[in-house]
């Protein structure tokens, strides 16, 4: 089951009338196997005023196939609704076809597939009639043979009734006037056989009259491919529209080699169109790709050179090419690579070798450490096996190319020498300026400026005279583009001049007003963001406030255009310490407010990327333009929020609480402690035990890591304490804050400590609570204990846990464990369980959410299971595993991606994990002693309160003498409340 057209559209409660948007699947996928019920967790909308649900909410598609044939398209529809009304605007193409409307199943019928709906439609049987009759009329017409077309009538008698004739009257209106004689043929065809006609004798003459037909249709798709040629500068419109006519007639003549031909032609000319449109490349592409398909089918190595080289220039000129459209480009080149070695021809070489190469080079923007390098050694390894062949002499324009982009490509590797650089990149701006290649020759000169700094640098006499050269090419005209590379270089000019001093802020200043973030995004973030953190240095906080605001309204720009994935998580990833950064500048302008505002506001913004079928759930965790007062709903009497900040410069814990008199206010604690402090307590390399995180790279006990921690956490929220007194503390730790043991800070009258993403992920939290409290007596408790895996040691505590949770919750437990633990009994279970505990070993990676996983019998429950999942209902989820609490450290640090956020977006109310790898027998007493606190509290008929539990659970296990210190409790921590 997949989501494939999510969109945002506003909705209001059938039950309480509230307005908010929702994140709707509009269009899903299903599978031959899926059921009503595992569709409800896709198009269920709870609302977060009352709690109440609906399915569907909103009218929606299904489409039961893959993306070649969709074989069913159901309109699901609300009741009181019969048509999708201006929803149909944003189906995808295979979407807009003939819709079964059906209504949502009650009673036993919602466990059945979904498909039977589809096929019990009694407009079913009716279309599936007309397609065997086109399949049909498809083959016979296509039969070289009496005998073949024989078959075709045998195996679709249907070809003789008088609906046979209906449907091919439709085809035949399809084809132009140039072959209105080959449509004669066809009716006459089909009139013979529903007289009842020999089927040889009618498809003989069917073949003769159509064989002329074809041959008369080739010859005007011919006549009109002479004027296009001979016309390239008619009436967009008019061209257009005889190109796409010239296509349908060689599709209908059969001639598949003037059909690749014309398809290469006319991508080739919508490319080269001075005024080109998006529509116009688009369409390039699509052609291009038409054509390299028929060209594979051809015995033609010069024809499917020529069209791969066109599709993947392309492909590779998009407006913000993907990763995936670069791959496919660099496979492309790399087939004209061998296109041309086996023709022989030397300058077509080095051209195919070049332009392979240059894909590769923006390919390696894409990629990090190792990859990237390998990607960029590829590129040297073509360019220099290019630049042989072609000389300064023979190929001036050539080698200019081939020699820019190597010199570039070495630079990149950092295996350039600056002073052979600038001479070459030199000498290749003159060349392209001669020949009036002015885009290259500015590219050039780019690289020329770039190079002069990296000479500078190195010092010497001329050191003044470099920069003084490449602040002057700085000032050159070029595209939005180029203007943007060029003020990066007028940067790296004053730096090197004034380096980080006051004198710094005016150049920056001056950068960034020449840069259009329309047109170079990454190139105004980040110059946004060195002014931004000069301004902090420098302690002009207003100054600096203005100058994130601008780096924010950048990024943002960004992640609400852009439909790709891989764009937004880049953008994010660009600058991982932004949202700290400002939000840190505000609170050091005497605006704790907008810094709450602000630290709300960006929340989660990768989860819409990676979340997969769990985006529809981001609503609910965030919200796009949260007030204070929206944020204090988060907050009680005895409970406030808090956000914590670190930053270079310091760090700051901000307070949300209620006043005496009810109002929401917001206050600020500053600290001296830094990011650095926390990163050393995280990652210390020359003693990995020291460090949270090297010492379990390291395989080291963590209790010394823990130890050095438990002081400058408390130094962080003891203010908090003393300010707020609260008996709860809800915190949303940012950035690298996420990784901290908060239950081992050192705090006198420490409170309860629990942790969300969010302040909206609180509320929904507490919402999801009172949703799941008809479980509390009744509901199903599922355990999953020990799956059998021959890669990690048992956990002989698994069992134990298990039995004690049983004993806790008697005939309510379900047990799987060792080989019945599987990934697949998980997601069947999982969704109807109140209370879901996990005893298994986990893998996480902090520097990267893709790696996080738990380890089941027979495979791995990932991330992208958890996205597929339907939705859960559980108070509470327990991974009573190692590491299942971390997140991503370093490309979306903000975002605390991992497990524990996405169950929380899958439906939990609150999430259960680890810090590092548990001690077995600590953490079967931990989780007995909670889980037996929290068995107690229900039957006193109190709230089921998670975060009392859990802080009971630990301080008891602090006072057993072998268990006091904080490595063997203080890893687990509840995300949620």
Not at 201 to 225: F, G, K, M, P
Not at 275 to 293: M, V
Not at 658 to 672: I, K, P, Y
Request: hydrophobic share 45%; glycine share 6%.
């Amino acid at each position: 089951m997949e989501t494939i057209r999510p969109i945002d559209l506003p909705f209001e409660c059938h039950r309480c009338g509230h307005r908010q948007r929702a994140a709707w699947s509009l269009v899903t996928r299903v599978s031959a196997d899926d059921s009503w019920q595992q569709l409800r967790a896709v198009l269920e909308v709870v609302c977060p005023q009352c709690g109440g649900s609906r399915v569907p909410a909103l009218p929606a598609v299904v489409l039961e196939g893959s993306d070649d044939e969709v074989r069913h398209t159901l309109a699901v529809l609300p009741p009181g609704i019969d048509d999708l009304g201006p929803l149909r605007d944003f189906l995808p193409p295979e979407a807009i076809t003939p819709l079964l409307p059906v209504p949502w199943p009650a009673g036993p019928a919602a466990g059945r597939p979904i498909v039977e709906a589809a096929r019990d439609h009694p407009e079913t049987a009716a279309r599936a009639r007309r397609n065997r009759i086109m399949a049909g009329l498809e083959r016979l017409l296509g039969s070289p043979t009496a005998h073949d077309a024989g078959r075709a009538v045998a195996d679709c008698p249907e070809l003789r009734t008088p609906l046979a004739a209906e449907v091919g009257a439709e085809w035949v209106a399809l084809i132009p006037p140039e072959g209105d004689a080959l449509g004669q043929a066809i009716t006459r065809l089909l009139a013979e056989l529903a007289g009842g006609a020999d089927v040889a004798t009618a498809h003989q003459r069917y073949l003769d009259d159509s064989t002329a037909a074809r041959e008369a249709i080739r010859d005007a798709a011919l006549d009109h491919v002479e004027w296009l040629t001979a016309h390239p500068d008619a009436p967009v419109d008019e061209w257009d529209a005889l190109a796409e006519r010239t296509q349908h007639l060689f599709g209908i003549a059969g001639d598949t080699d003037e059909l690749a031909r014309h398809l290469l032609r006319v991508g080739n000319t919508l490319l080269l169109r001075p005024d080109r449109t998006r529509d116009d490349h688009a369409r390039a592409a699509a052609l291009l790709e038409r054509s390299h398909q028929l060209a594979a089918t051809l015995d033609d190595a010069e024809l499917s050179a020529a069209v791969a080289s066109s599709l993947a220039h392309a492909i590779g000129r998009t407006d913000i090419p993907t990763e995936t459209d670069l791959r496919r480009a660099a496979a492309l080149q790399d087939e004209v690579v061998r296109g041309q070695r086996a023709a022989g021809d030397p300058a077509a070489l080095a051209m195919a070798l070049t332009n392979h190469a240059v894909v590769l080079l923006r390919l390696a923007t894409f990629r990090r450490d190792a990859a990237r390098e390998e990607t960029l050694r590829q590129g040297v390894t073509l360019l220099e096996e290019a630049l042989p062949l072609r000389t300064p002499e023979r190929d001036p324009l050539g080698w200019a190319y081939t020699a820019a982009n190597l010199a570039q490509t070495r630079r990149m590797l950092g295996d350039d020498d600056p002073a052979q650089a600038a001479r070459v990149q030199r000498a290749a701006a003159d060349i392209f300026a001669a020949a009036g290649e002015t885009e290259n020759a500015v590219e050039a000169r780019i690289h020329l400026g770039r190079a002069l700094v990296d000479r500078a640098r190195a010092g010497g006499a001329d050191r003044d005279a470099l920069l003084a050269e490449a602040a002057a090419l700085a000032e050159q005209p070029g595209n939005p583009l180029q203007l943007a590379q060029f003020a990066q270089i007028s940067v790296r000019v004053a730096e090197e001049r004034h380096g980080r001093t006051p004198e710094l802020v005016e150049p920056l200043a001056t950068a960034l007003g020449r840069i259009d973030p329309r047109w170079a995004p990454d190139e105004a973030l980040s110059t946004a963001e060195q002014l931004a953190t000069l301004h902090a240095e420098l302690d002009q906080w207003p100054e600096a406030c203005r100058a994130y605001d601008h780096c924010l309204a950048v990024q943002e720009a960004v992640l609400d255009a852009s439909p790709d994935r891989g764009v937004r998580l880049d953008m994010l990833a660009a600058a991982p310490r932004l949202a700290r950064g400002a939000a840190f500048a505000r609170v050091r302008a005497g605006d704790p407010t907008g810094a709450v505002e602000l630290l709300e506001r960006t929340r989660l913004r990768a989860f819409e990327a990676i979340g997969g079928d769990l985006a529809a759930g981001l609503s609910l965790l965030t919200w796009q333009q949260p007030t204070l007062a929206d944020i204090g709903q988060a907050a009680t009497p005895d409970c406030p929020l808090t956000y914590v900040v670190t930053t270079p410069g310091g760090s700051a814990v901000l307070l949300v609480r209620r006043d005496e008199t009810g109002q929401v206010v917001a206050e600020a604690h500053d600290s001296e402690l830094t990011s650095a402090t926390f990163i050393d307590l995280l990652l210390d390399v020359g003693e990995p035990e020291r460090g949270l995180i090297t010492a379990q790279a390291a395989g080291e006990p963590v209790h010394a890591a823990v130890e050095r921690l438990a002081e400058p956490l408390g130094r962080l929220l003891q203010p908090v304490v003393d300010a707020a007194a609260p008996d709860r503390l809800l915190l949303v730790p940012c950035g690298p804050m996420a990784l901290m043991p908060w239950p081992a800070a050192r705090l006198r009258d420490a409170p309860v400590i629990s942790v969300v993403p969010s302040a909206a992920a609180a509320v929904l939290s507490r919402r999801r609570i009172d949703a799941a409290a008809s479980g509390r007596h009744t509901g199903r408790v599922v355990v999953f204990a020990d799956p059998a895996r021959d890669d990690v040691p048992p956990l002989r505590g698994a069992r134990a846990e298990a039995e004690r949770i049983h004993a806790e919750f008697g005939d309510r437990v379900v047990v799987r464990g060792g080989a019945e633990a599987t990934r697949d009994e998980l997601i069947r279970l999982a969704p109807d369980a109140w209370l879901l505990h996990l005893s298994c070993h986990g893998y996480n990676d902090p520097m990267g959410y893709e790696a996080m996983r738990l380890l089941l019998s027979g495979g791995d429950l990932t991330l992208d299971d958890l996205r597929a999942m339907p939705r859960l209902r559980a108070r509470l989820v327990t991974l009573s595993a190692c590491q299942t609490g971390h997140a991503d450290l370093v490309r979306l640090s903000d975002d605390m991606i991992g497990l524990p956020v996405t169950l929380l977006a899958a439906g939990s109310a609150a999430v259960l994990a680890t810090l590092w790898p548990v001690h077995d027998r600590a953490t079967a007493k931990l989780i007995d002693r909670m889980y037996r606190e929290l068995a107690r509290m229900i039957a006193a008929g109190e709230p089921d309160d998670v975060p009392l539990a859990l802080h009971r659970a630990q301080r008891w296990l602090s006072t057993q003498p072998r268990y006091r210190h904080p490595a063997y409790w203080a890893a687990f921590y509840l995300l949620g409340v």
